[in-house]
């Protein structure tokens, strides 16, 4: 069966420390997100991705950084950690033929900054 | 204003009663509408789409679109206790083809 997976499911980290969060998706979908939640924000959109070479900046980019090197996968890096990037991160994708919006989700990776 | 505006409950029904969980927005080109269910701990999951004006029924749940008012609600009928989870609206909006924004979610609590 076709999924979306993520890694690490739990991470904590120190401030200032590189950390790369893994998305891995066999739907073959051109379009992927990544998503923090956080309580009393909701999920906020941090970068997405159209296809392959195709990044882009969603409302709360400030600190995070994505490529795309091939359909299935887009890691999601945190240059230099900080408290205030703890959270729950959601990586979902989508089909380029199907309704727009409909989000497949990853089951979440919990990061904790110290 | 935010964009997607939901009260964020508890909002508590017996079992077997109707939940009507509400949702308003403040884009008026928004084209789509979603309803998603999580479960605590667990990741988001699709339960409705609505493109149009008007009631859209699968199952127990029905979705209720009015673009002249900017609001979304979602009606489940029979409700059970599996049914507890946070439901979160979601829009497409006018800027972005595939880009989704959500709501904060409502608690839904349904008693035995």
């Known amino acids: 069966d076709a999924e979306i997976t993520q890694s690490p499911r739990h991470k904590i980290t120190e401030t200032g420390r590189q950390v790369t969060l893994a998305c891995h998706q066999t739907w073959n979908h051109n379009n992927m997100f990544w998503y923090r939640q956080d309580l009393g924000h909701g999920l906020r959109l941090i970068h997405y991705?159209?296809?392959?070479?195709?990044?882009n900046k969603g409302e709360v980019s400030d600190g995070y950084s994505v490529s795309r090197s091939n359909t299935e996968d887009l890691p999601l890096t945190l240059e230099s950690a900080a408290s205030s990037q703890t959270s729950v991160y959601f990586c979902a994708s989508s089909g380029q033929g199907g309704p727009a919006g409909e989000l497949f989700f990853g089951e979440g990776s919990r990061l904790t900054v110290l | 204003q935010k964009e997607v505006e939901q009260n964020s409950g508890p909002l508590s029904v017996p079992e077997g009663a109707i939940a009507s969980l509400n949702c308003t927005y403040s884009d008026r080109g928004s084209q789509s509408f979603f309803w998603y269910r999580q479960y605590s701990g667990k990741s988001p999951e699709l339960i409705m789409s609505?493109?149009?004006?008007g009631d859209k029924e699968d199952g127990r749940f029905t979705a209720q679109l009015n673009k002249a008012s900017q609001y979304v609600s979602l009606l489940i009928r029979d409700s059970q206790p599996s049914d507890s989870a946070t439901y979160l609206c979601?829009?497409?909006?006018?800027?972005?083809?595939?880009?989704?924004?959500f709501g904060t979610g409502t608690k839904l609590q349904v008693i035995p």
């Open positions: 609505i493109y149009s004006n």
């Open positions: 979601a829009l497409t909006n006018s800027g972005g083809y595939q880009k989704v924004t």
């Open positions: 991705s159209y296809g392959v070479q195709d990044t």
